[in-house]
Nanobody
Framework: QVQLVESGGGLVQPGGSLRLSCAASGFTFSRQPMSWYRQAPGKERELVATIPAVGGSTNYADSVAGRFTISRDNAKNTVFLQMNSLKPEDTAVYYC?????????WGQGTQVTVST
């Protein structure tokens, strides 16, 4: 079955960096676009970044463009989210997403807290 396992979250000071990873299994990863979402307390889940299966361009939410970078390693079935210049408003649970045959699959999420 489809499994997505996020890691790499934690507590970081404003201006700091974190790199999130999502290990995928149960589907043909190299053919699947992947996304990162986040959900802050009391807010709806929002799309952060998307990367196509092969080639093409990545897409970012306006709030993270220029600070976050999504990438993937198809040999390792892993998608990454490099987060730089973190701000307190980036605090959220970050989720990996794969939409397969119009069904959304989610990982368990990883908490990112940006605070002094």
């Amino acid at each position: 079955q489809v499994q997505l396992v996020e890691s790499g979250g934690g507590l970081v000071q404003p201006g700091g960096s974190l790199r999130l990873s999502c290990a995928a299994s149960g589907f043909t990863f190299s053919r699947q676009p992947m996304s990162w979402y986040r959900q802050a307390p009391g807010k709806e889940r929002e799309l952060v970044a998307t990367i196509p299966a092969v080639g093409g361009s990545t897409n970012y939410a306006d709030s993270v463009a220029g600070r976050f970078t999504i990438s993937r390693d198809n040999a390792k079935n892993t998608v990454f989210l490099q987060m730089n210049s973190l701000k307190p408003e980036d605090t959220a649970v970050y989720y990996c997403n794969a939409r397969i045959s119009w069904h959304d699959y989610w990982g368990q999420g990883t908490q990112v807290t940006v605070s002094t």
